[in-house]
């Protein structure tokens, strides 16, 4: 069985949205925040954050609004979720580039959103039942890896594969630090408490190789993206056999089965990744912090036979398209989207989630309109200003609009890369940002 | 309109379970794959079809009698069961399909916070009926592609109910022969129920393959399943059926469901169970193309497990879900076996030589 997501405390406040309350909503988040226990100083980044949000509302898009304000108390990390009706909203104001008109007299309240996003570890929009979501999170201070290599007690070859404890998982986690030095591993990895922690709330899950007298020989962890979607680091060995990773991945995969999951991404493979298990997908570039681009291969597994789906395309990509699934021969009805001079929105709409310690933001949009091109060029901009060096647009092939954005796309500098079968509604085209003035 | 509150309203078993797609229809698969014919060799579905008899009870059955409602406990067919085998006809319980059996037995003897023993690898019909009903499905790995007994036995506790035993295993064809199921009853003594699946049993031509029919006599614990719809052909009408001490499946009446299985299948089950010589028409077609197979498979390099039963499985150098999509761009469906634990595997169904001939042509250009 997977790994059960613990049910997770909160907190929660309904209010007006109206200057007046402010105090309320800052103190509120403040006093959640401690007492999920975060330090001082991650307490009030994120109460910070939220200030800045709701005068943001208080000034703009949602003044008078009833607003529901949540504290969510992960072991590792808070969320402030701030929930509100759409029915009257202009969503337009929820892309992170929106600047409010000002009379002259006014100080510039613009880009309040980024300015609460440079306070926390995480932000993100989603739209879902009439409802427009925004979460702030704040980690909790985690000492970092000692960037000394442990060294891990030569082990046999393994014979069990079981479910760490968290003494072990801990193990395994300062032991990838001795595998191959610049081996790229996923930034929490870095915190390995935290990433324990994780694992105790069921967001990570695990499994460890041992050798007939108990020592580590390596191990796998997985995280669940969405419900069709499972995310696989490693498998990573310690002097062993190639057949303990092939085991560690038949493990996971018995686990998987007969779940919702219909498939298994690995956009960290390890040169143990045994052959066979997985397609590549293709590859991104990742902006390295030397100014470099290695690219990374995304490895994928469907754990269910293919049923065909829809995708919609844009004229300009279908060639591409068409190409990527005869050779990940994977059967779709591909539709080409046409345009008949129907009433066109003039403004887009994209959400924004940022990775701030990975340096990733990823784009989906929520709304098509004319401005697209504009929209998209803005936020790269302000994107890159921010220091953010990966940039990558998510165009969900199971929603025919969505495919507007394409020569938007294009114009703006992003490229098609990978086609992620199922990542969405249909599956995900994902763009990346390429070129631009780099931080 | 406001949404049903699904959250409340179903249990947490049920909304954990995640529901079984089948394949869609032949002319849509190949419309999407672009095939222009399909072989499934999938479903271990039977290539001869039914026996000749009931082909005529299909083929002669008056239209408007499609208006009345059957025999609501398929009263002709246990009476020919019991005839066959030597029983009473009230100690059979038929239904649509041996999948609604494996639904009357849960139902009948388990609830919530009990659970059924089975093996990790095996049809998984037993542990799907076991979760969305809130019983805990205790899965025991394979031992040599073969159910484990000794790690079956010591799964079992106070609130254990049915130990659930594929008897050839589906997929590995792996079977347990008399003294090793003999040994397994004597182990429980009558203390649970033990089901043993059937479903490819006629199949079977090892002496030493345990009938289970004789043994519910000495073991009134002792449950069987067979079906319909592999070696009869009648498939696509779904019926199948258990057999069991006359106290036993009395009990599990009470969770059965009359009416379920439709007039058609039941004629049709009438005609087919006594036709033995359909039985060896069909033994040795698959005799033919597994030892095709196995030779073509060899020459390959391919590992396989082909045991009893009219299918084998195939252990490739690839992913089995991508090898799916590949065949079925050549109009060949296998059985993709991740999901049933066994990775980079796949099932082949034995049917005509040509077939298989088609088969091991299209698999060559995955692996070379």
């Known amino acids: 069985m997977e790994p059960q997501v613990a049910k997770i405390p909160a907190t929660r406040l309904a209010i007006s949205i109206n200057r007046c309350f402010l105090p309320l909503c800052t103190g509120f988040v403040e006093q959640s925040a401690r007492a999920f226990g975060l330090g001082d100083s991650e307490a009030l980044s994120l109460t910070l954050a939220a200030e800045e949000i709701f005068n943001y509302l208080a000034d703009g898009p949602a003044c008078g609004q009833n607003l529901d304000i949540a504290c969510l108390g992960n072991t590792f990390q808070v969320a402030t979720v701030f929930t509100l009706p759409t029915n009257t909203l202009n969503l337009r104001a929820f892309n992170f580039t929106f600047r409010p008109a000002l009379n002259e007299d006014q100080l510039p309240a613009d880009l309040g959103l980024l300015i609460a996003s440079r306070t926390v570890d995480h932000l993100q929009f989603d739209l879902k039942a009439g409802k427009f979501r925004l979460t702030l999170s704040k980690d909790k201070a985690y000492p970092a890896l000692e960037h000394k290599p442990l060294l891990m007690p030569r082990a046999e070859p393994a014979v069990t594969f079981r479910r760490p404890d968290p003494a072990e998982l801990l193990l395994l986690l300062n032991g990838l630090m001795g595998l191959s030095p610049g081996r790229r591993l996923p930034p929490e990895f870095a915190q390995p408490g935290k990433v324990v922690d994780m694992a105790g709330a069921g967001l990570y899950g695990a499994l460890i190789a041992v050798d007939p007298a108990g020592r580590l020989g390596g191990g796998l962890l997985w995280r669940r993206l969405s419900d069709q979607m499972v995310e696989c680091f490693g498998p990573y060995l310690f002097g062993q056999p190639a057949a303990t990773a092939r085991s560690l991945l038949d493990h996971l995969l018995g686990v998987l089965a007969k779940t919702p999951a219909v498939g298994l991404l690995n956009r960290y493979p390890t040169p143990d990744l045994p052959s066979g298990y997985f397609e590549v997908l293709g590859a991104w570039g990742h902006h390295a912090r030397d100014g470099s681009l290695p690219e990374i291969p995304v490895h994928?597994?469907?754990?269910?036979?293919?049923?065909?789906?829809?995708?919609?395309?844009?004229?300009?990509?279908?060639?591409?398209?068409?190409?990527?699934?005869?050779?990940?021969?994977?059967?779709?009805?591909?539709?080409?989207?046409?345009?008949?001079?129907?009433?066109?929105?003039?403004?887009?709409?994209?959400?924004?989630?940022?990775?701030?310690?990975?340096?990733?933001?990823?784009?989906?949009?929520?709304?098509?309109?004319?401005?697209?091109?504009?929209?998209?060029?803005?936020?790269?901009?302000?994107l890159r200003q921010e220091g953010l060096r990966d940039l990558f647009f998510e165009q969900d092939l199971g929603r025919s609009w969505q495919s507007h954005f394409t020569p938007a796309l294009l114009a703006a500098g992003f490229s098609p890369m990978v086609i992620l079968p199922h990542g969405g509604h249909g599956d995900l085209l994902m763009f990346e940002h390429r070129g631009g003035d780099l931080p | 309109m406001n949404p049903v509150p699904l959250d409340r309203l179903l249990p947490d078993y049920v909304r954990r379970f995640e529901p079984y797609i089948p394949s869609k229809p032949d002319a849509e698969l190949m419309r999407l794959y672009g095939c222009a014919t399909l072989h499934r060799l999938n479903n271990n579905e039977n290539a001869l079809g039914p026996p000749p008899a009931a082909q005529d009870i299909i083929r002669q059955f008056p239209p408007p009698r499609a208006a009345l409602y059957p025999s609501g406990d398929a009263y002709g067919l246990r009476q020919k069961l019991a005839a066959r085998f030597g029983k009473h006809p009230d100690q059979f319980l038929v239904g649509n399909g041996a999948n609604e059996v494996i639904s009357f037995v849960i139902k009948a003897f388990c609830e919530p916070g009990d659970n059924i023993v089975t093996a990790d690898k095996t049809f998984a019909v037993y542990e799907w009926v076991a979760t969305f009903s809130g019983i805990d499905a205790r899965l025991i790995p394979l031992r040599d592609y073969a159910f484990d007994d000794q790690a079956m036995l010591a799964a079992i506790d106070d609130r254990t109910k049915i130990l659930f035993v594929c008897?050839?295993?589906?997929?590995?064809?792996?079977?347990?022969?008399?003294?090793?199921?003999?040994?397994?009853?004597?182990?429980?003594?009558?203390?649970?129920?033990?089901?043993?699946?059937?479903?490819?049993?006629?199949?079977?031509?090892?002496?030493?393959?345990?009938?289970?029919?004789?043994?519910?006599?000495?073991?009134?614990?002792?449950?069987?399943?067979?079906?319909?719809?592999?070696?009869?052909?009648?498939?696509?009408?779904?019926?199948?059926?258990?057999?069991?001490?006359?106290?036993?499946?009395?009990?599990?009446?009470?969770?059965?469901?009359?009416?379920?299985?439709?007039?058609?299948?039941?004629?049709?089950?009438?005609?087919?169970?006594?036709?033995?010589?359909?039985?060896?028409?069909?033994?040795?077609?698959?005799?033919?193309?597994?030892?095709?197979?196995?030779?073509?498979?060899?020459?390959?390099?391919?590992?396989?497990?082909?045991?009893?039963?009219?299918?084998?499985?195939?252990?490739?150098?690839?992913?089995?879900?991508?090898?799916?999509?590949?065949?079925?761009?050549?109009?060949?469906?296998?059985?993709?076996?991740?999901?049933?634990?066994?990775?980079?595997?796949?099932?082949?169904?034995?049917?005509?030589?040509?077939?298989?001939?088609?088969?091991?042509?299209?698999?060559?250009?995955?692996?070379?």
């Not at chain 2, 079977?204 to 519910?216: Q, S």
């Not at chain 2, 009648?234 to 007039?263: E, F, Q």
């Not at chain 2, 796949?346 to 091991?360: G, K, N, P, Q, W």
Request: glycine share 6%; net charge neutral; proline share 4%.
């Open chain 1, 300 to 382: 994928y597994r469907s754990l269910e036979e293919d049923t065909g789906a829809v995708a919609w395309t844009h004229p300009a990509l279908r060639a591409f398209i068409a190409k990527e699934y005869e050779r990940l021969a994977f059967a779709r009805d591909l539709i080409t989207l046409s345009a008949a001079g129907e009433r066109i929105s003039p403004y887009s709409v994209l959400t924004t989630e940022f990775n701030r310690p990975a340096g990733v933001v990823t784009l989906r949009p929520i709304w098509w309109g004319e401005d697209a091109e504009c929209n998209l060029r803005e936020h790269v901009r302000v």
């Open chain 2, 167 to 368: 008897n050839p295993n589906n997929p590995t064809g792996t079977y347990w022969e008399r003294e090793r199921l003999l040994r397994f009853l004597d182990r429980v003594a009558g203390q649970r129920i033990v089901v043993v699946d059937e479903a490819y049993c006629e199949f079977v031509e090892a002496e030493d393959f345990p009938d289970g029919m004789n043994l519910i006599d000495v073991y009134p614990n002792l449950v069987i399943f067979r079906t319909f719809s592999k070696m009869y052909g009648l498939a696509g009408l779904r019926i199948g059926y258990l057999a069991g001490h006359l106290d036993v499946v009395n009990a599990i009446r009470r969770t059965c469901i009359v009416y379920s299985v439709n007039t058609l299948a039941q004629l049709a089950a009438e005609a087919a169970v006594n036709d033995d010589a359909h039985i060896e028409r069909t033994r040795h077609l698959v005799r033919e193309s597994k030892a095709f197979l196995r030779e073509e498979l060899q020459r390959m390099g391919l590992p396989f497990v082909a045991g009893e039963g009219n299918y084998l499985m195939i252990q490739l150098a690839m992913s089995d879900t991508l090898a799916y999509r590949k065949l079925m761009a050549q109009g060949l469906m296998i059985r993709a076996m991740t999901g049933f634990r066994f990775p980079n595997w796949i099932r082949v169904s034995l049917t005509r030589l040509d077939v298989m001939e088609a088969f091991a042509a299209a698999l060559r250009t995955l692996v070379r």
